[in-house]
């Protein structure tokens, strides 16, 4: 749906909400986020899961649309924390807080699968 330039546009407005989020990523589901209150579910606080959290299954997503639109610099730029905190944390977690502390499952499939597409998608443009 977006063209080259307009993907690019819109992995800035990414970096951006992750650097007013102090989030290590850009993988924020919502930014900024709902304030404390706006959910019945307490899970849904400001900066917890989907409210806020920083989840590579989505990050990655962004990863393999630069990489389609030959963004390779601004793809390993984006990738590189995301398989920092897998190999700092040493497992696959669902999603993390801003200050990168891994929550949920440790071997979230969706995290392991969307960065063996980024690593394969940048290998074969090599």
């Known amino acids: 749906m977006l063209n080259k330039k307009q993907v ?57 649309q630069l990489i389609r639109y030959n963004l390779l610099a601004e793809a390993r730029e984006a990738l590189q924390p995301m398989l920092a905190r897998v190999v700092k944390n040493n497992g696959f977690y669902e999603w993390y807080t801003p200050d990168n502390k891994p929550m949920g499952s440790s071997s979230f499939r969706g995290e392991a699968g969307v960065l063996w597409t980024a690593i394969t998608e940048l290998d074969r443009k090599k």
């Not at 990523?25 to 919502?30: P, W």
């Not at 307490?42 to 989907?50: C, L, R, T, V």
Request: proline share 5%.
């Open 8 to 64: 690019k546009e819109a992995y800035q407005k990414m970096k951006k909400n992750m650097v007013d989020a102090h989030a290590a990523t850009i993988g924020l589901t919502i930014y900024p986020v709902y304030p404390s209150g706006t959910f019945e579910n307490k899970g849904m606080g400001p900066y917890s899961y989907q409210n806020g959290g920083d989840w590579t299954w989505f990050g990655g997503r962004m990863v393999s």
